[in-house]
């Protein structure tokens, strides 16, 4: 995510933070260059100036220039900027007081609106939410099959239609929620592929049919500014209540991320980041934030492995990390688990210290762990436990013990240290506020 952008701003704060002495020049010299990355990553031309401006304005003051780490209080003003850029807090969905809740979306065609539906669809009955689908995209017959198939992926009702008008299936899905004592009802729009007078006059027919406690704009996080200026064109039409940014997962710039709730002064709630039903996240400014600067992504990376690790085996890794006994056997165990919490690539950018490395070694099918396992198993015990002693003659005798090659033999030893810079990674950042999250 952002890759570029996080690239070139890591740059520019660590060649400030490389200067001997901070001074107005300097400061202005690094803040140029962050302007300039912005508006390369397609940020909108006033939102990227005022950002700058501020940053300027509280970056110059003489307790930043006169503390013992400038540079440090530049990046942590520029951090506290973006994350108010981006909203501040986040900002949940608003609740109807009677059931049940309806949610509204819309956008362009192909932004993602289907697909976030099903998802939405997905988080909330991870929530204990039961949902109701409808799809009021009368025109394209594969539009509703697509929402019934994904419905189907994930036990939740579709409402089904036949022949009636977008605003009558509208109000025809929130009667038929009502009557099944639904907790929420998301609805799916058609979109088009420009903005366009005849899309606008449904949505807007639909809105004030039934009076959505949400509308949620979904808006393809690769388009830049384009989305931004769709956007606009909803706004003002729609009054939209909130935004969802999608396909972040590609390589978006950012420039959509970066400006669309400043420009449109309505907070982004969900970010959605791949194909998958499961590819959902409530969006964090902070977090955000953080990722954007390169600082990692850590609490999503938890809650992720929350989800996945098994409680138990987390408290004996734990300890097992604490008193540095980390062995191949405990590594075979986790490509297990890390296997189920989703592309590793993923995660590992939410690593702080560890971005850029390659995990694809180990993201592999169940052969290479077949392997793996059996590799694992040639070893003594005592050879699990401290890999460092496996010299030439040991690797070649594992290897023939294991049916594989030295290679083999070399690339799991490698993948096991980079496993083991991985957790020094998690580890800096502190096991207790780590392991917390897992509920100890
Ligand atoms: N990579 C990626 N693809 C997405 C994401 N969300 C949607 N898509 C894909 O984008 C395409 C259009 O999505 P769809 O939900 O049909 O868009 P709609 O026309 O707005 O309803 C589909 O191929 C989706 O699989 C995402 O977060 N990441
Ligand atoms: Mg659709």
Redo the contacts with the bound molecule.
């Keep these: 995510m952002f890759d570029e952008l996080t690239k070139k701003l890591e740059y520019t704060f660590q060649k400030l933070k490389g200067h001997g002495k901070i001074n107005e020049k300097n400061i202005s010299e690094a803040l140029r260059e962050v302007r300039r990355t912005l508006l390369e990553a397609d940020v909108n031309y006033k939102v990227a100036k005022d950002f700058i401006e501020a940053v300027k304005n509280k970056s110059l003051g003489k307790e930043v220039l006169r503390s013992i780490t400038p540079a440090q209080q530049v990046i942590k003003i520029f951090n506290e900027e973006l994350v108010d850029l981006l909203g501040g807090t986040v900002s949940r969905l608003k609740d109807s007081s009677v059931p049940p809740t309806k949610i509204m979306v819309a956008?362009?065609?192909?932004?993602?609106?289907?697909?976030?539906c099903a998802k939405l669809s997905l988080f909330l009955s991870k929530k204990g939410k039961k949902s109701l689908l409808a799809s009021s995209d009368i025109y394209r017959p594969a539009?509703k099959n697509?929402l019934e198939v994904l419905g189907n992926s994930i036990n939740t009702f579709v409402y089904p239609y036949d022949k009636e008008g977008a605003v009558e299936i509208a109000v025809g899905a929130v009667e038929e929620a009502k009557n099944r004592g639904y907790d929420v009802v998301i609805l799916?729009t058609a979109?088009r592929l420009h903005i366009n007078s005849e899309m606008m006059d449904e949505v807007v027919e639909i809105k004030n049919a039934i009076n959505p406690n949400e509308i949620l704009f979904?808006a393809d996080g690769m388009t830049g500014q384009d989305a931004v200026n769709s956007a606009k064109a909803f706004l003002e039409r729609l009054d939209f209540t909130g935004i969802v940014l999608?396909?972040?997962?590609?390589d978006a710039k950012g420039g959509a991320a970066l400006s669309i709730r400043a420009v449109t002064g309505r907070p982004i709630k969900f970010i959605?980041?791949?194909?998958k039903v499961d590819?959902i996240d409530i969006f964090h400014p902070d977090r955000m934030a953080s990722r954007i600067l390169g600082m990692g992504d850590i609490i999503t990376l938890v809650e992720k492995a929350e989800e996945a690790v098994d409680r138990e085996k987390a408290l004996k890794l734990e300890k097992k990390l604490r008193k540095e006994e980390f062995t191949l056997e405990d590594f075979y165990d986790q490509l297990q688990q890390i296997k189920r919490m989703g592309p590793i690539e993923n995660l590992i950018e939410m690593i702080p210290g560890v971005r850029g490395l390659k995990f694809k070694d180990i993201r592999e099918n169940g052969d290479e762990l077949k392997k793996t396992e059996a590799i694992i198993n040639s070893m003594t015990p005592e050879e699990r436990r401290k890999p460092k002693i496996i010299n030439g003659s040991r690797r070649l005798r594992i290897a023939r013990g294991s049916g594989t090659s030295v290679q083999d033999v070399n690339r799991l030893l490698k993948q096991f240290s980079q496993m083991q810079k991985m957790i020094k990674g998690l580890s800096r950042f502190g096991f207790g506020k780590v392991f917390k999250q897992f509920g100890f």
Aim: no cysteine.
């Design positions: 956008g362009l065609q192909g932004s993602g609106k289907t697909t976030f539009a697509q799916d979109g979904v999608t396909k972040l997962d590609g959605s980041i791949g194909e590819a």
